[in-house]
């Protein structure tokens, strides 16, 4: 099993639409987790961080389910500017505590 | 605050010749990663370092070495470069306190290259 699991997508959604993604992980004692969005040819950048609470950011909610092992980003009101893939983070415990990337998951918003 | 600095970020090679990436980061981070990002798929690590001194393989390391002789600097060396080398290479930066949390990674703007 992958450290990290990601549908590749692509999510073709209209504007206006609402999308969700998950994510799931194989290490249960992970403890840190992340959205990067990375657009076509740059680096990734953080989107958000994922509390244990579920946390949001404006459009944006993102979710923690350590029972099932996933995260979740939840994007409303999609914008064509959220047109990016969107990459799970975990930090993952092999001999040191690292950040592991899934393979994202590309998102398309159409007019 | 420059943050994670890459260099060069174009970059063309010989089939056969040897190069070094250059990564330098300034947030005072322990944590340092090299991935490898080929077109219309995810970032693979190469390498990836826990503090100065400590370096160890990821999933990609064939063909790379590294090394953390300061906090600062994680350089990646490629030797004897081939064409299946030919990717975006990312290099990235994270703290922990050594415990199981770890902070948000911050990248450099990556450097493209290609073997011909």
């Known amino acids: 099993r992958k450290e990290v699991e990601q549908d590749p997508g692509p999510f073709n959604v209209p504007e206006g639409a609402t999308v969700a993604f998950n994510c799931t992980y194989s290490?249960?004692?992970?403890?840190?987790f992340f959205w990067y969005r990375q657009d076509c040819r740059k680096e990734p950048k953080l989107l958000m961080s994922?509390?244990?609470s579920g946390n949001e950011d404006g459009r944006f909610t993102a979710q923690l389910n350590r029972a099932s092992q996933y995260i979740s980003l939840l994007i409303r009101d999609s914008k064509l500017s959220d047109s990016a893939t969107y990459l799970c983070v975990v930090n993952t415990l092999v001999t040191a505590s690292k950040l592991t990337f899934g393979t994202g998951t590309r998102l398309q918003v159409t007019l | 605050n420059a943050g994670v600095t890459q260099t060069p970020k174009f970059r063309i090679l010989k089939i056969g010749q040897s190069m070094t990436l250059q990564c330098a980061q300034d947030?005072?981070?322990?944590?340092m990663y090299w991935y490898r990002q080929d077109p219309g798929m995810g970032l693979k690590l190469i390498y990836y370092?826990?503090?100065?001194?400590?370096?160890d393989k990821g999933e990609v390391p064939n063909g790379y070495n590294v090394s953390r002789s300061t906090t600062e600097d994680f350089p990646l060396r490629l030797e004897l470069a081939a064409p299946s080398q030919t990717s975006v290479y990312f290099c990235?930066?994270?703290?922990?306190?050594?415990?199981?949390?770890?902070?948000?990674?911050?990248f450099g703007q990556g450097t493209r290259l290609t073997v011909v």
């Open positions: 994922v509390y244990s």
């Open positions: 947030m005072n981070h322990n944590y």
């Open positions: 290490n249960s004692a992970s403890q840190s």
């Open positions: 990235a930066s994270s703290y922990s306190n050594g415990g199981r949390m770890v902070t948000e990674a911050f």
């Open positions: 370092s826990v503090g100065a001194g400590i370096t």
